[in-house]
């Protein structure tokens, strides 16, 4: 059922960019709706995942309990008000900006909340059957899109921090148990493509009065710099099988990945970054499903390449090297993981910019980890495919 509103949410966002496309002006609008495509998606993926985002929640933080995010979620609406207010330019004159932030959080609000109470779908800590998707999630992005529309142009550092506070909060959400990854990657979705429909309406009705700024095309500067911050969300698996503890054969089967990965280029084409993730995998041994996954945590660095494709899309790979742990499990043969162990690894990304200073990044990454199961002397063979929302500064 979630799956299926999931696709349906997708087909909604995508026929109104195209709608949009057509009826465009110079004021450049649709780009922002391209990046809730694969955030939906996403969503439409991490619908069988959720269980398995959820314990990997429970396995590192199952006493997190905090309600920051309850303000965090208005905190890029607040710095936009508070730089108007302080007499800082933006793009739009304060009644166009209110006219557009009121168009903005209206569609949104009239989105979540229909979903939420046609598909009922019970919070993961069993409180209420309002959990897709989330009002926070949505909230937050819809904010950070506002301050990215008004703000973005005058430095990067805006679009940054706002989409940062963005990511913190729907993380928050997870952390507490009170939503689903699908959850909050669809809420934020839906907050972006809000801001897009709300200032469509709002430059309908004024037109070129009260507008600072145009929406100008954004482009890979082959001089420019790209360096980026992105929340990272995707799948691992472990390739081929591992005799552990006596011979037994062990086996894993894809799991979910959640991160931070980031970069600074010191030129256009040569940097260095790194991520930091969780995430789990479900083992067999000797053909028998655990009932216990295995739990990581990785981090990792080195220099990172990027070549601009087109003018709005880049390819890049990197290589780096670190330390993954993996935690103590249970299984049917004794005790496995509790260890940790250096890893290098490599991968390929492409780059697609939204708009300037954001964009959507597609990667695959491969990385090989030194023997952290108990009685194996075999390296890790790991692949992880995944998406990622960015800021490009």
């Not at 108007?84 to 168009?103: E, H, L, P, Y």
């Not at 952390?175 to 669809?186: C, E, G, K, T, Y």
């Not at 980031?262 to 995998?281: D, E, K």
Request: charged share 15%; net charge positive.
């Amino acid at each position: 059922m979630k799956f299926s509103v999931c696709l349906l949410a997708l087909a909604c966002l995508w026929a109104p960019g195209r709608s949009l496309a057509a009826q465009r002006d110079s004021l450049g609008h649709g780009r922002l709706a391209i990046a809730a495509v694969p955030l939906v998606l996403g969503g439409a993926a991490m619908t069988f995942c959720d269980r398995d985002f959820r314990e990997l929640r429970n396995s590192y933080a199952v006493g997190f309990r905090h309600d920051y995010d309850d303000y965090l979620q208005y905190a890029p609406l607040a710095l936009t008000w508070g730089l108007k207010a302080c007499g800082v330019k933006s793009r739009s004159s304060w009644g166009r900006m209110i006219v557009s932030n009121a168009f903005s959080a209206a569609v949104m609000a009239a989105s979540v909340n229909s979903l939420k109470y046609s598909v009922r779908v019970e919070r993961p800590d069993g409180s209420t059957r309002n959990s897709f998707p989330s009002g926070h999630a949505a909230t937050a992005f819809m904010a950070a899109a506002i301050l990215h529309k008004e703000y973005g142009h005058r430095s990067p550092w805006f679009s940054v921090g706002g989409y940062a506070a963005a990511a913190a909060t729907g993380i928050t959400r997870q952390l507490n148990n009170r939503h689903w990854m699908s959850d909050i990657l669809v809420g934020a979705g839906i907050g972006i493509l809000s801001v897009e429909l709300g200032y469509f309406f709002a430059d309908l009705i004024y037109r070129d009065r009260g507008l600072s700024v145009l929406d100008m095309p954004a482009e890979f500067d082959r001089l420019r710099r790209p360096s980026f911050l992105s929340l990272h969300v995707g799948a691992a698996a472990a390739l081929g099988s591992y005799s552990v503890l006596s011979g037994h054969e062990v086996r894993f089967a894809a799991g979910p990945v959640a991160g931070i990965r980031g970069a600074w280029f010191a030129t256009p084409y040569v940097g260095v970054g790194g991520r930091l993730g969780v995430g789990s995998m479900r083992l067999a041994i000797d053909a028998a499903t655990q009932d216990e996954a295995q739990y990581s945590a990785s981090v990792s660095a080195g220099p990172c390449f990027s070549y601009p494709l087109t003018d709005r899309c880049a390819v890049g790979s990197h290589l780096s090297g670190g330390y993954e742990y993996f935690k103590r499990m249970r299984s049917s043969v004794g005790d496995l993981g509790d260890r940790g162990g250096a890893s290098i690894g490599t991968g390929l990304s492409v780059t697609c910019l939204v708009s300037t200073g954001f964009g959507v990044r597609f990667a695959v990454d491969y990385d090989i980890v030194s023997p952290v199961l108990r009685g194996s002397a075999e390296w890790l063979h790991k692949l992880t495919v995944g998406m990622e929302v960015c800021t490009l500064f």
